[in-house]
């Protein structure tokens, strides 16, 4: 049976102004990634007002980077991005990876894994420290001859037990030692958590960034706008990468589309940069739609 899943993705970021704005300078990470299990339909970003200059690349991760340089006088700035996504990815199964433990799977990604990205996702970064309080926190949840799934399965549920997912509660600059202080956070945090933990063992891990369907409760109407991005974490395994979200105390499926990677929150910021205005208020909306459709 297919696992696979089409998605219609709509995502309005606004900003508003009490004062007009001279110009502004912002990158977008905002189109999804082509990837194994993920096939990208369509992909459209409208800005207004219209940027006067326009330019796209790949980034150092390969995500999709696209400049917007906006000099017309303007009280808000609003960019509308809208995509088509077909995924087939089933979701991984604990069992088939414990036929490695941590230390082996640890090993073999140290001999045959990619030079650059063991260093870019099994060190530390901006975000994502490894602290004595990470690998005891790690600790608790695996060891070096614990099996690799069981470890994975271990690590998602001990983030599950420990901490309460509180929106507003943290920002995108709490470090890994404020969120095991407070032992609550969004998914962002837990992402950066789960992503120390690993590499703590010596498994390169990158944040991954994107969106998930989320399905309202029984008898309850689905609102407009009310999904969100999402983010969670990549291990390098024997098996792959797999992907795990910790928010949600799951491995990832077809479910959940992947927008850009990094090796933390700081790599993928959605939308970035700078205005030039003398507002001394300002009033941010994100509005996003995940909306499923039949599979051709």
């Known amino acids: ?21 001279e110009a502004c300078y912002n990158r977008a990470l905002l189109r999804p990634r082509e990837t194994t299990h993920q096939q990208v339909l369509s992909s459209t970003i409208t800005v207004n007002p219209e940027p006067e ?25 609003e960019v509308v991005a809208e995509h088509v996504v077909v995924i087939d990815r089933p979701r991984p199964v604990a069992a088939d990876l414990n036929a490695w433990t941590v230390a082996q799977a640890a090993l073999w990604a140290r001999e045959h894994g990619d030079r650059l990205e063991l260093v870019d996702f099994g060190l530390p970064s901006p975000l994502v420290e490894i602290t004595a309080e990470v690998r005891r926190f790690a600790a608790t949840a695996f060891g070096p001859e614990t ?21 507003g509660s943290t920002s995108v600059k709490t470090t890994l030692s404020q969120l095991l202080e407070l032992q609550h956070g969004v998914c962002q945090d837990f992402a950066h958590l789960a992503a120390g933990c690993l590499r703590s063992a010596g498994l390169p891990s990158r944040y991954v960034s994107g969106y998930l369907e989320t399905v309202p409760a029984p008898g309850a109407t689905k609102l407009r706008g009310a999904d969100a991005t999402h983010a969670w974490v990549s291990v390098l395994t024997p098996h792959g990468w797999v992907d795990l979200d910790p928010t949600n105390d799951q491995f990832v499926g077809s479910d959940h589309i992947v927008t850009a990677w990094g090796r933390d929150f700081s790599d993928v910021s959605p939308l970035r940069g700078v205005v030039l205005t003398e507002a001394t208020e300002s009033a941010l909306h994100v509005a996003v739609d995940v909306e499923p459709e039949a599979v051709d």
């Not at 980034?59 to 006088?73: I, M």
């Open 1 to 21: 049976m297919s696992s696979a899943r089409r998605y219609r993705i709509h995502h309005v970021t606004r900003y508003r102004y009490d004062q007009q704005m």
């Open 53 to 77: 200059l326009v330019s796209e690349h790949l980034d150092y991760f390969g995500n999709h980077s696209l400049y917007l340089e906006t000099r017309t006088a303007a009280t808000e700035l």
């Open 147 to 167: 099996a690799l799934g069981d470890a994975l399965t271990g690590l998602l549920a001990m983030i599950g037990a420990t901490f309460r997912y509180a929106q």
